[in-house]
């Protein structure tokens, strides 16, 4: 059954479009690639503007998918990983993941 995470970013506005360039163009595809697939990356637009949210929902095979890909550091030493890295300790002033499974909805499961 699959597993579900959201990542709830906390982020500088002013590097808002600089950390979704790195996720989208470099961290997604590196994730994907270990099997890991993104439902969505949500910008939210109603709320406090500083700093601004972004919001991933991201769906794995199981929680062992999850430790074995975190676990893992051969994606630790990718280029994509390590350019990705320097933008997100800037800009990223809180993070939280929240792991969740799904009981009902549109949301097709990539992972039966």
């Given at each position: 059954?699959?597993?579900?995470?959201?990542a709830t970013?906390?982020?500088?506005?002013?590097?808002?479009q600089s950390?979704?360039?790195?996720?989208l163009?470099?961290?997604?595809?590196?994730?994907?690639?270990?099997?890991?697939?993104?439902h969505?990356?949500?910008?939210?637009?109603?709320?406090p503007?500083?700093?601004?949210?972004?919001?991933?929902?991201?769906?794995m095979e199981?929680?062992?998918?999850?430790?074995?890909v975190m676990?893992?550091d051969?994606y630790?030493s990718d280029?994509?990983?390590?350019?990705?890295?320097?933008v997100?300790k800037?800009?990223?002033a809180?993070?939280?993941v929240t792991?969740?499974?799904?009981?009902g909805?549109?949301?097709q499961?990539v992972y039966p």
């Open positions: 059954m699959s597993i579900f995470m959201k970013l906390k982020v500088d506005a002013y590097q808002l950390l979704l360039d790195v996720l163009n470099k961290l997604v595809p590196l994730l994907e690639e270990q099997g890991w697939k993104l969505g990356c949500f910008v939210e637009r109603y709320g503007i500083k700093p601004a949210v972004v919001i991933d929902i991201w769906e199981n929680m062992a998918h999850v430790e074995r676990s893992g051969a630790r280029p994509r990983y390590l350019a990705a890295m320097e997100l800037s800009a990223v809180e993070e939280t792991f969740m499974e799904k009981k909805g549109m949301l499961n």
